[in-house]
């Protein structure tokens, strides 16, 4: 009898641990999420002006806030503020500039506007 409650034990620990790993958490439901979004970006200020059909931005959060650190030389954007808009889909709100972000599991779409400076990203996992 002692060794079926030890086997049971067992069983039931392993059930518990395999049910608790999880492959497939979207990363809007986690507080920290950075990964690397590759597809179409752009810039435009006075003076540069970048378009780019194969660039990268990389997310990171730091506290409440997101940043965006774009390649091709283009600035990083920086200190953006976010809400949830539904399981999947996070928004951007009350940041110092006009436009939308949304950023899911798999797209970033970025049009974006703050002291005279525009980006843009149309980009995926």
């Known amino acids: 009898m002692k060794s ?9 620990v392993a059930i518990l641990l395999f049910n ?6 979207d990363p809007a439901d986690v507080d920290i999420f950075a990964g690397t979004f590759k597809g179409k970006i752009t810039y435009h200020d006075g003076d540069k002006n970048v378009d780019q059909a194969n660039g990268s931005v990389f997310v990171t959060k730091v ?9 091709d030389g283009i600035p990083d954007l920086t200190g ?3 809400e949830k808009k539904d399981d999947n889909t996070m ?4 940041s110092s500039g006009t436009g939308m972000i949304t950023i ?15 980006w843009g990203a149309d980009c995926t996992r």
Not at 4 to 12: A, P, Q, Y
Not at 91 to 94: K, R
Not at 113 to 118: A, D, F, G, P, Y
């Open 63 to 71: 506290g409440t806030r997101y940043d965006f650190r774009f390649s």
């Open 91 to 94: 928004v951007n709100i009350g």
């Open 20 to 25: 608790s790993c999880s492959k497939n958490t």
């Open 104 to 118: 899911n599991k798999d797209k970033l779409v970025i049009g974006f506007t703050r002291n005279n400076q525009v």
């Open 4 to 12: 079926f409650l030890k086997i049971m034990g067992v069983l039931l």
């Open 80 to 82: 953006v503020e976010f």
